[in-house]
């Protein structure tokens, strides 16, 4: 039974994870682009009618992700790795954007609160270009927490202190800019998006393997 539930917690953290990925890369890499070329009336007719249904699911998609995520934790928690907490720790940050600061002002955006959109709206895309480029590797490290771990086991103490506070270190940097900062060009294009968290990746990996 413990087998089961176990089975059905990771059936369902996956499904509704690729729901809430999905609909992240659909508004970064096709509405967007979309709205770029789009005519007023359309982009006007999308924004109220598209829109807050796609946002719907993302959000709540997000919330049950990390929501699937804890009970996983819970009953993994013997086999906590440093896959597994950067991970989750990226996974949080990435929920905590979508409705600390994405959905806030979205609502905005889409005019169901009143607001000045012209501020609003840089600021969900900051927020959602950050996610975009945390998304591969937050999804290579619970990958690989269950086939390869990179950073060992917490209980074994293979954990070594420098990889986990230099790869929490990153995730927080990357944050205070969604946060604080400013839209870079290493994220403001879909073709730069892309590449920089494959590279991102890469430096997480670097990270979790050699310190």
Do not use: C
């Not at 996610?131 to 590797?137: A, G, H, R, W, Y």
């Not at 944050?175 to 839209?183: F, H, L, P, Q, T």
């Amino acid at each position: 039974m413990e087998e089961l539930f176990n089975m059905l917690f990771r059936w369902a953290h996956i499904l509704v994870g690729i729901t809430w990925i999905g609909l992240l890369y659909y508004f970064n890499f096709v509405q967007t682009e979309y709205f770029k070329e789009a005519e007023d009336s359309a982009r006007k007719d999308a924004i109220t009618k598209l829109a807050p249904r796609a946002l719907w699911w993302f959000r709540w998609a997000a919330f049950f992700t990390f929501l699937t995520g804890l009970l996983l934790l819970e009953i993994i928690l013997a086999a906590i790795s440093l896959d597994i907490i950067l991970g989750a720790v990226m996974g949080t940050i990435m929920m905590l954007n979508v409705w600390g600061i994405i959905w806030p002002n979205q609502k905005i955006v889409i005019g169901i609160k009143e607001g000045d959109a012209a501020i609003a709206g840089p600021k969900a895309a900051l927020a959602s270009r950050t996610n975009t480029l945390l998304s591969l590797p937050m999804l290579f490290f619970m990958v690989s927490s269950s086939h390869n771990q990179l950073g060992g086991n917490l209980w074994a103490e293979q954990i070594t202190m420098t990889a986990f506070f230099v790869g929490l270190g990153l995730i927080l940097l990357i944050e205070a800019n969604s946060i604080w900062g400013k839209m870079f060009g290493v994220i403001a294009s879909v073709r730069n998006v892309i590449v920089s968290s494959f590279a991102l990746t890469v430096i997480f990996s670097g990270i979790a393997y050699y310190l």
